[in-house]
C-alpha cells in the first residue's frame, strides 16, 4: 500500500460520497473523543492544583510535594499555552479545493510536529531535573528526600520512554502524509 499514490489518487479522482449518517455518526465520535480529552486535560489540571495548594495551605507539604511543585508551576502553563493557541478545526477546510486544503493540512502537520518536538523537550527537561533533585537530594537531604527524589526519577525515565515511543510513531506518520501533501503542491 502506498500512501504517496492513494492520496493523489484519491485528489484526482471522483471518490463515492460517503453516506450522510455515516459522515454525521464520524463527526460527532471525533468531536466526543475531543471533548473527552479537553476534560481529562480540564480534570488533571484541577487535580493537581487541588493537591498541591490544599499541601500548601494545611502546611503539610511533604518532600513530594516540593519536589514536583516547581515542575507543575512550569509545565502546566506550557501545556495550556499549546492547548489553548491549537487552531479549532473549520467546518469548510475538507471542502475546500485540493491546492488549499493542501495547504491547510502542511500548517497543521507543522503544528503537530512542533508539539512532538515540545513534548519531547519537556520530558527531557522533567528527566534534567529529577536528575537535580535527586543530586541534591543526596547531597543536601534526608531518607525522605532521598526517596521523594529517587521516585520522581523513576516516573520521569517512565515518562521519557512513553513520550519518545508515542512521539517517534506519530512523528513517522505525520511526516509521511506532510512529505506526500508537500509532493502534491510541487516545487
Known amino acids: 500500500m502506498n500512501f504517496d499514490d492513494d492520496l493523489k489518487a484519491a485528489w484526482q479522482n471522483e471518490v463515492r460520497p460517503t453516506p450522510p449518517r455515516q459522515l454525521t455518526d464520524r463527526v460527532r465520535r471525533h468531536r466526543q473523543r475531543h471533548r473527552l480529552q479537553r476534560g481529562l486535560e480540564v480534570v488533571l489540571t484541577c487535580v493537581a492544583v ?5 499541601a500548601l495551605m494545611s502546611r503539610t507539604a511533604g518532600p513530594t ?5 516547581p515542575f507543575f508551576m512550569v ?8 492547548v489553548l493557541r491549537a ?9 475546500e479545493a485540493p491546492q488549499v486544503y493542501a495547504r491547510l493540512r502542511l500548517s497543521q502537520l507543522r503544528s503537530g510536529l512542533r508539539d512532538l518536538w515540545l513534548a519531547r523537550r519537556a520530558a527531557i527537561a522533567l528527566l534534567a531535573y529529577a536528575l537535580i533533585a535527586l543530586a ?7 531518607a525522605v528526600w ?3 527524589a529517587t521516585t520522581l526519577l523513576i516516573y520521569a525515565s517512565g515518562w521519557l520512554l512513553a513520550t519518545f515511543a508515542y512521539s517517534h510513531r506519530l512523528r513517522r506518520r505525520r511526516l509521511r502524509e506532510y ?3 508537500r509532493r502534491m503542491l510541487g516545487p
Open 50 to 54: 487541588g493537591v498541591f495548594g490544599y
Open 65 to 69: 510535594h516540593w519536589l514536583l511543585l
Open 75 to 82: 509545565f502546566l502553563p506550557v501545556v495550556w499555552s499549546v
Open 87 to 95: 487552531p479549532a478545526p473549520r467546518g469548510g477546510d475538507a471542502s
Open 136 to 142: 541534591v537530594s543526596w547531597s543536601f537531604g534526608d
Open 146 to 148: 532521598r526517596g521523594a
Open 179 to 181: 512529505r506526500s501533501t
